[in-house]
């Protein structure tokens, strides 16, 4: 039955039967018990499915993956400890020492030190090209080893947009995946799928979660690239895993199911960056009202955006609904019920105009956070970016009187009101 995305956001991914708990059972233990060794012995040589250890898989975190699945339209997906674990995941499932990745310059910050610093140790190397490069300079970005193709459908905090056919095309071109960071909008507001993404990521602890309770991740997989067709790029998938009793996993889980097998029982298995059952329990309470929060996000974001615009003392304001946006044509196209409730504006007169406006606001708190339920802010150049000087923070795009504003679920009138009362 092809359900709609907000029945999925219920519904999707856990049936109980006859008897069995209606809510989404925690199963709060590490291990599972068998009768004979044999019969735990198929579940290590992945003959059969199962569970026996749960930094490899645990039925709560498995339902809730596969709701995430369901509503991006992918064909399997697994949960992670964090956001930085998914992206890390996603990337490192089939790339490696000597291997190249093309990624957009307009990410998360975090994301940015993983790849540039911290996957470059590893011998990873990136080449970052602007969101907004034509065809020519993004092909030319391209190397023999080129892996992976990476981006975010809107970029936190730049709120830029991305053109996801322009990115997949270019990597299916190049016969790589186009993973995409779909953590701003969500599958509510987009479905990178859709569009010709292969890979969907994302930090769970922003509006998935939605109230501030959990930090998470998730990945997912379309099911739709071909790696048997590119099996000299991507060794990792196509020759037998010699650690995993020399299975093939684009040979014995095809299309559907390789990258996430592959990415469970290799990484997950070494790494450990695994969700614990309470949180993925935490999250799934999040994904059951993720339809109702996101249309209000947006609602208030919007609102929010344009008051910004009107106040004399604003200097200018990024947001993907306003029609003055750079973004705004993008954001039409692959984002026609809004984006998110992320807003950032610059006051004129600098950090210190931005610094005292803050202080001022009641209602909005002062956090290190997006995508809540009750609104927080943050100022950049004071924060997250203090050790760049106001020269270096107009180079990266963030003025010293950037403030990032995240629209919870109040009432868009007392919030407009809260930044009126700083403004007077
Ligand atoms: C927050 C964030 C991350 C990192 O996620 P964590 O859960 O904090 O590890 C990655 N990508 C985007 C777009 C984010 O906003």
Redesign the pocket.
């Known amino acids: 039955m092809n359900q709609k995305i907000g029945t999925k956001c219920v519904q999707a991914g856990y049936t109980p039967g006859n008897g069995e708990p209606r809510q989404i059972p925690v199963i709060q233990s590490t291990t599972f018990k068998y009768n004979t060794s044999e019969d735990m012995g198929k579940l290590f040589d992945l003959e059969a499915s199962g569970y026996f250890y749960t930094r490899l898989q645990n039925p709560t975190n498995d339902y809730v993956a596969a709701k995430i699945a369901a509503l991006e339209g992918g064909s399997a997906a697994m949960l992670t400890s964090?956001?930085?674990?998914a992206?890390f995941f996603a990337l490192f499932n089939i790339c490696s020492c000597g291997d190249h990745i093309v990624a957009s310059s307009s990410?998360?910050g975090?994301?940015f030190n993983l790849i540039s610093v911290t996957m470059a140790k590893m011998g990873i190397e990136t080449t970052f090209v602007s969101p907004d490069c034509s065809i020519d300079e993004l092909n030319a970005a391209f190397k023999d080893n080129t892996k992976a193709v990476f981006g975010?459908t809107i970029?936190?905090p730049a709120l830029t947009v991305l053109d996801i056919e322009k990115f997949a095309a270019a990597a299916h071109a190049h016969g790589v995946p186009l993973i995409v960071?779909n953590?701003?909008p969500t599958p509510i507001n987009c479905r990178p799928i859709e569009w010709g993404a292969d890979i969907v990521t994302h930090?769970?602890?922003?509006y998935m979660d939605g109230h501030g309770a959990a930090?998470?991740?998730a990945i997912v997989d379309s099911g739709n690239f071909d790696w048997m067709a590119n099996a000299e790029k991507f060794p990792g998938l196509c020759t037998p895993d010699e650690s995993y009793h020399g299975i093939t996993y684009a040979e014995k889980f095809g299309k559907e199911g390789a990258f996430i097998t592959k990415c469970t029982s290799q990484l997950m298995r070494d790494f450990g960056a695994v969700q614990s059952p309470q949180n993925a329990f935490i999250l799934n309470l999040g994904l059951e009202s993720l339809h109702v929060r996101m249309a209000k996000h947006v609602e208030n974001g919007q609102a929010v955006a344009e008051f910004l615009q009107s106040r004399s003392e604003v200097q200018f304001v990024n947001y993907p609904g306003l029609p003055s946006d750079k973004y705004y044509e993008t954001a039409q196209k692959y984002l026609p019920n809004g984006g998110c409730g992320v807003v950032s504006f610059e006051l004129k007169g600098g950090r210190a105009a931005a610094e005292s406006f803050m202080k001022k606001l009641k209602l909005c708190a002062i956090e290190t956070h997006?995508a809540d339920a009750r609104s927080c802010c943050l100022n950049p150049a004071t924060t997250t970016h203090r050790q760049m000087t106001d020269e270096q923070l107009k180079e990266a795009g963030i003025p010293a009187g950037l403030i990032r504003i995240s629209c919870g679920l109040e009432d868009k009138e007392d919030l407009i009101a809260d930044l009126e009362q700083a403004f007077e």
């Open positions: 964090s956001g930085q674990a992206n990410i998360y975090g994301t975010e970029a936190n960071d953590t701003f930090s769970t602890t922003k930090v998470g991740g997006v």
